[in-house]
């Protein structure tokens, strides 16, 4: 390749090397940066034979382009050899300045390793620095940081001597830029790389915004996207024109509101209390016109990008048919077919939620009840007999023994001294140990005369003392018999419904006035005295007699009320059966003809 004497001859080298190296930064891809760093080496370095053998992932390399013979390359091409024999290969020889040399009188051990290898027999070298087919040049590429690339061997200067230290330093300089060219080639690779995944990705982003547009433009029920977290949390970003049409608003109107400003205000709790995340409930929406429409709202959180903000997706569903079925079935249920009035369990429903197991004292004041808290308190004994509804006798006096069911040793379970220091006593349901057994003592889990349940007591029957209370009005129709008997079911029923239309006319706001089978109706008035009750039964009996007209006749019927009242310690059944015999004490008490009206 060389004469060193001549200084022509190695700037012609170097010029050929210059053009070479040019070479490597033309190719497009790193397997055309391969194939030119070896084509370079065999048409500008003088080298008959050149292989790159390239490192993989895995730390193996293999052969990836070979220059010089096409036989040679079709048999070792794609050829893999372990990183140990070639490390075992770099460190043999002779070091030239980074190259690596290992003569023929070495390198017949490496015969037998797994490295891909293409030599050719020969004599031995005629004199010294003549080149053996067996021998073996190596030229390390190293990327920036130390890491080796790859290796270049060659095979056969043309000159067929061994290169002296001149064709050494061109070859090591181009093994330099080879590196660099190749890393480069790499670096474009991963690029390209990156580029057509990020299109691909953005691609199916596209794709996918835009199956999500079309998924919720044209959804069959309502969609909303929503703010979450700072100042506009909950305010609504999107909306679909099925929330639009269900809500008879447009989409920026609907931008001006937060599903807080849309909902019922009986139902802001439940909206409150909805989960963001697979959060369901369901409310009410306010619609355009001031109507409300029952819906159903499911929730979920969707992150615009990895760390980006995060929005609230709202499923809205019309569920206004299925609420008012559902209401339908619960007011059949709950009301007479015939009268629309309560019926008999939901009348049972409504006076139960009234009553509680304690009994109260009927006589004590606000300020008896303050008083007698506090004397429970202050570890003071005694109190005083109070009496309830029928003459319902509560005893609790400490220590001693007491009727219906108070034990004579003042035990309830609670110890000697019950609760808060307070004697225990048990109610007349014996000592379970339940606040509200207890008579008139204010209970450690209810705050006593400051609990949410109000207790209901009787008004004396004898004298007007003030005391007010639940009236339980129970009405039996008198001659409703024979009217049925006489014009048939049809004007009986008729009949009824007038009835339930007058009583309900003759009551309060919030009084309740319920059906509870037959000829017999209910009506509950809270709030009253004992003449209040009584008034009040006199007017709904002269309501009921006036004829009433059914297909062109006139029928009559009359009315005996009794008046019981709810207390709390009696259950639901023991306060209509009191109005029940009082009612028919009433009846008895009256001839027939005064009772009969039809």
């Known amino acids: 390749m060389e004469t060193e004497s001549e200084p022509y001859v190695r700037l012609a080298t170097l010029r050929q090397l210059h053009r070479v190296v040019a070479e490597l930064n033309t190719a497009r891809s790193l397997a055309d940066t391969l194939q030119t760093v070896v084509d370079g080496i065999v048409v500008g370095l003088g080298y008959e034979l050149a292989c790159v053998n390239l490192v993989r992932p895995d730390g193996d390399l293999v052969v990836a382009a070979f220059a010089g013979d096409p036989a040679a390359e079709a048999l070792i091409t794609g050829r893999v050899g372990s990183r140990s024999s070639w490390e075992r290969r770099l460190t043999m020889g002779e070091n030239w300045d980074g190259l690596r040399f290992i003569p023929h009188t070495e390198g017949w051990i490496l015969l037998e390793d797994d490295v891909p290898q293409w030599h050719t027999d020969g004599p031995d070298p005629r004199f010294e620095d003549e080149w053996h087919p067996e021998d073996r040049l190596y030229a390390p590429m190293y990327a920036s940081g130390g890491e080796l690339l790859g290796v270049i061997s060659v095979d056969r200067p043309r000159n067929g001597r061994r290169p002296g230290a001149w064709g050494r330093e061109a070859l090591q300089m181009y093994a330099f830029q080879a590196a660099i060219a190749i890393s480069n080639a790499r670096l474009r690779a991963n ?77 802001i709790g439940t909206l409150l209390r909805t989960s963001a995340e697979g959060g369901r409930a369901e409310l009410r929406l306010g619609r355009r ?143 379970s140990g339940d606040p509200y057994e207890y008579a008139g003592v204010p209970s450690a889990r209810t705050d006593g005369p400051y609990d949410h349940h109000v207790h209901m007591v009787a008004p004396a029957t004898d004298v007007d003392d003030g005391t007010k209370g639940l009236a339980v009005l129970f009405c039996d129709l008198d001659g409703f018999k024979s009217i049925n008997d006489r014009f048939g079911h049809h004007t009986g029923d008729a009949v009824l419904i007038e009835v339930a239309r007058r009583l309900t006319t003759g009551v309060r706001d919030g009084d309740t006035v319920a059906r509870l089978g037959g000829d017999e109706f209910v009506v509950l008035a809270d709030g009253l005295g004992a003449a209040d009750a009584a008034d009040l039964a006199v007017r709904l009996r002269n309501a009921i007699i006036p004829p009433i007209r059914v297909d062109g006749r006139a029928v009559r019927v009359g009315a005996s009320f009794g008046i019981g009242w709810a207390s709390c310690g009696m259950s639901a059944d023991e306060v209509l059966r009191s109005a029940d015999q009082r009612m028919y004490i009433e009846k008895r008490s009256r001839s027939k003809t005064h009772r009969r009206a039809g």
């Open 191 to 267: 690029m390209q790389r990156a580029l057509v995944r990020l299109e691909r990705e953005q691609q199916a982003l596209r794709a996918s915004e835009e199956s999500f547009r079309q998924a919720f433009e044209y959804a069959p029920s309502g969609m909303a996207i929503a703010e979450m977290g700072g100042d506009q949390h909950g305010r609504l970003l999107r909306t679909n024109d099925a929330l639009c049409r269900l809500l008879g608003r447009p989409a920026s109107v609907l931008r001006r509101y937060s599903f807080s400003d849309l909902v019922h205000p009986e139902d």
């Open 289 to 431: 016109d001031g109507t409300y429409v029952w819906v159903s709202l499911r929730n979920s959180v969707v992150a615009d990008a990895a760390d980006g903000p995060r929005f609230l997706l709202t499923h809205v569903e019309d569920i206004e048919e299925r609420k008012r079925h559902e209401l339908q079935l619960a007011h059949r249920a709950s009301h007479d077919s015939l009268t629309g009035l309560p019926n008999s369990a939901e009348l049972r429903s409504r006076l139960a939620a009234r009553l509680c197991r304690r009994p109260q004292s009927v006589r004590a004041t606000a300020v008896e009840a303050l008083d007698a808290a506090f004397e429970g308190r202050d570890g003071r004994e005694g109190y005083d007999v109070r009496v309830g509804h029928d003459g319902y006798e509560v005893r609790a006096e400490a220590g001693g023994g007491g009727e219906h069911g108070f034990p004579s040793d003042g035990s309830d379970g609670h110890g000697a001294n019950g609760i808060n220091g307070v004697n225990g006593v048990n109610g007349p349901h014996g000592g």
